[in-house]
């Protein structure tokens, strides 16, 4: 759909209407096919500006589209003919241009920007590269440095960004088709073959071998496995060294391949996923749509340490009043310069003024008296949180949100401590919480939908990633985690090292292994968490026992390594040797491969050859047995919520969509057959027994992952 309209009498405006975002479905290809026919072949037309409707010029290719058949007229040749035309056409950007939006806007001969407007090909966000020619004329257009940085990363660029690389004319801050059609009758008659993107020489660059050999090193290192980056290198070499004719013949090339791909499916999968779990839903049957937040202007924060204080950065940085209470002088002073430090520099980077003056730091609860919202993070000591709790519903106006950070501790008991339950949800970030994109939005049975929505809100506000969640041990994300990080310890008992275990797991595509993932975070984190479940015997048992915990195994490596003193970085050693407290660069240690030995003869057990194989399908399948059991027990409300938390907030590689994404492309038979096989290894071993939920989706047929959905309702209902 592309709305005709002539304008200022020798002008055809022609305007993309496909809300939200314009998206170049086939009905707006053929519409503009057909409307820049009819501006071309009209003599009264001298020139046409292409805009689209409701402030956004175009979001790109319809991304629902790919997976059906594609039908309609296709890009290229729809660009070309723009580009070829002998009328001028000028883009008129608001809004968005991006993907193949920008790419129609570089078929243009002219591009006008909003000063709002935002730039980009992120189509390597979505497991492709910009193949509707954007490969081939950015680089002729803004220069090989520029466009290797723009197309591998897919970052959106701002409108005086754009100008200041050359891909816009004119930035206005006024009616920007309005300015367009200005623009455009002014340059009516010109030549337009200087304005032909696609016939410029790419702008010569010295030692282009080096270049390439260089940004191609750094993508591959942060790809972890991904395909499109290097695609996407590989295109833009193709416009630095080919003809214009013969570079869109590679770039197409690259692009056949990253279309089919299942890294691409991953992807559009996490996009969708994304946006949908905005769209949350609670068991009683409250839904995001009927649910109205409350407005949140002024917020507290209870306790300063390292989480309280991420928190207070997040909300300030939001726009919030905070109050920000901490008891203990020594430590608000500490925080106080920690939070202004962390605000000045993210300020800088985003090149705005820090929001120190949005901050209030107290010693007294009673300061939070007005606030609409609170957020606890104290010290994780349920006590502790009950008390601050009473407090907090004694001191509020009716109606504060009351929001408890924690991450392991029963949101339901600290809300059952309070008059009004109904006001209580969890809120649990990821540190450091300014920085981490996850938020774990947690409702008990009696959290009103209301909260929820605003929580939800809040965080969305924030920038997070926000997902609604059941509450239960370790909610979502942890709870997963448990049964991964379970089978890299039992895979160590049985012949495996942490640096094997974690090459796996680092060549599957997550930045770090479990082992130097739990020494960045500590092991005394989860040593205390095991104390406080009755786990931890002092100086590990002796016999059979030693390995066998409240009835099933148990491996106690964690808590002799804590025993020895050995918390990880910040000890210099864990599973890994470090050369100074907090140091990144893991070691391997002799001591610790001696001291695996001296366990296995101990104990009995007998080294065996770990494979990688074996290492991926004993973690990854546990995990992803323990996301069933979450969707059958309505934790959360489909897979997507499960992906968004890991991909998010975990490390899971995106372009992998996720552990239950990951799960429906291996194939549920397969993951059931897997976990069957391990389980009647290791009958001890709970967590590698299949849900009964994957059971059942397989005996289902295995269904694809979007209608898991229907299908868990369907088999819920017969129960
Ligand atoms: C061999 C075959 C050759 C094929 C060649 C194909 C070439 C492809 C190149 C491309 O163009 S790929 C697409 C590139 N574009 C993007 O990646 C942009 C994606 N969109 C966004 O980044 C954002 O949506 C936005 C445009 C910045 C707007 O953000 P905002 O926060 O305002 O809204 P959202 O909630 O994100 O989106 C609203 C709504 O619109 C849906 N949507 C957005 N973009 C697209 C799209 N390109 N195609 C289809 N649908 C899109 C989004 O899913 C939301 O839908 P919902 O139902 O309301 O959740």
């Excluded at 816009?168 to 032909?196: C, E, I, M, W, Y």
């Excluded at 260089?214 to 591959?220: A, S, T």
């Excluded at 989480?307 to 207070?312: L, N, S």
């Excluded at 492309?665 to 709970?686: C, S």
Aim: charged fraction near 20%.
């Amino acid at each position: 759909m592309a709305a005709y309209k002539r304008v200022s009498e020798s002008v055809a405006l022609i305007t993309l209407q496909n809300p939200p975002v314009n998206a170049l479905s086939a009905a707006v290809r053929q519409g503009i096919v057909d409307t820049v026919e009819r501006a071309l072949s009209d003599p009264n037309v001298t020139a046409v500006v292409i805009c689209g409707q409701n402030g956004v010029f175009c979001g790109g290719a319809d991304i629902k589209e790919f997976g059906s058949n594609m039908s309609g007229p296709p890009l290229i040749p729809m660009i070309h003919a723009i580009e070829s035309a002998n009328k001028p056409v000028v883009a008129a950007i608001e809004g968005s241009a991006l993907g193949g939006g920008l790419e129609l806007a570089l078929g243009c001969h002219y591009r006008i920007a909003h000063s709002k407007a935002r730039l980009g090909l992120p189509e390597v966000s979505l497991g492709l590269l910009p193949a509707a020619g954007g490969s081939q004329r950015l680089p002729r257009l803004i220069g090989v440095p520029a466009a290797l940085n723009l197309i591998t990363t897919g970052r959106h660029v701002t409108a005086a960004e754009a100008l200041q690389l050359g891909i816009v004319d004119q930035v206005t801050d006024h009616n920007t088709v309005d300015a367009a059609v200005k623009f455009a009758l002014s340059v009516a008659g010109r030549s337009l073959d200087p304005r032909r993107i696609s016939t410029y020489p790419c702008p010569q660059q010295p030692d282009l071998d080096a270049l390439f050999e260089e940004v191609m090193q750094k993508v591959r290192r942060s790809a972890r496995g991904a395909i499109a980056p290097i695609a996407c290198v590989q295109a833009v070499r193709a416009a630095a060294t080919l003809p214009y004719t013969q570079g869109m013949a590679r770039e197409q090339e690259l692009m056949a391949t990253l279309f089919t791909s299942g890294q691409a499916r991953a992807l559009q999968y996490c996009f969708f996923a994304q946006r949908a779990v905005g769209r949350w839903r609670m068991p009683s049957g409250a839904r995001w749509d009927t649910s109205k937040p409350r407005p949140v202007h002024k917020a507290a924060v209870i306790g300063l340490g390292t989480m309280g204080r991420g928190i207070t950065v997040a909300l300030a940085q939001t726009g919030l009043s905070v109050i920000a209470v901490e008891t203990q002088e020594k430590q608000l002073m500490e925080a106080k310069q920690a939070v202004s430090g962390m605000l000045e520099r993210g300020a800088k980077r985003r090149g705005v003024a820090p929001a120190l003056d949005r901050i209030i730091y107290s010693q007294n609860i009673q300061a939070v008296a007005d606030v609409d919202l609170v957020i606890e993070a104290v010290f994780e000591d349920v006590a502790l949180k009950t008390k601050v709790f009473k407090q907090l519903s004694a001191v509020c106006k009716p109606g504060t949100l009351l929001c408890t950070n924690t991450s392991a501790l029963d949101v339901d008991q600290l809300a059952s401590e309070t008059p009004n339950p109904e006001l209580v949800v969890g809120m649990h970030f990821f540190a450091p919480a300014h920085v981490m994109k996850l938020l774990e939005v947690v409702y008990g049975p009696r959290s009103s939908p209301e909260a929820v929505a605003t929580a939800m809100q809040l965080g969305k506000k924030m920038g997070k990633a926000s997902v609604a969640v059941g509450n239960c041990r370790g909610f979502v994300g942890n709870r997963m985690l448990k049964p991964y990080v379970e089978q890299a310890f039992f895979l160590l008992e049985e012949g495996a090292t942490p640096e094997l275990v974690d090459r796996a797991l680092e060549e599957f595509g997550f930045p770090m292994g479990v082992f130097t993932m739990s020494d960045l975070s500590g092991l005394d984190v989860g040593w205390r968490v095991r104390k406080g479940d009755g786990l931890v015997e002092p100086g590990g048992a002796s016999g059979r026992s030693a390995r066998v915990r409240q009835g099933r195994r148990y491996s106690p490596l964690g808590d002799l390594l804590c025993e020895h003193g050995r918390f990880g970085q910040k000890t210099c050693r864990g599973w890994y040797q470090y050369d100074k407290p907090g140091s990144r660069v893991a070691r391997s240690d002799p001591w610790l491969h001696s001291f695996l030995e001296a366990y296995r003869a101990e104990h009995g057990l007998v080294a065996r050859r770990i494979d990688h194989q074996e290492v991926l399908e004993r973690c990854l399948y546990a995990l992803i047995n323990e996301g069933f059991h979450i969707l059958d027990d309505g934790i959360a409300a489909g897979p997507e919520d499960i992906d968004v938390i890991y991909v998010s907030g975990y490390g899971w590689p995106r372009h992998r969509g996720g552990p239950m994404f990951y799960a429906n492309m291996v194939g549920l038979a397969k993951v059931l057959e897997r976990l069957e096989h391990y389980h009647q290894a290791h009958p001890d071993v709970p967590h590698l027994q299949p849900c009964s939920l994957l059971r059942r989706l397989v005996a289902s047929g295995s269904p694809p992952i979007h209608r898991w959905g229907e299908v868990i309702k369907k088999l819920h209902s017969q129960l």
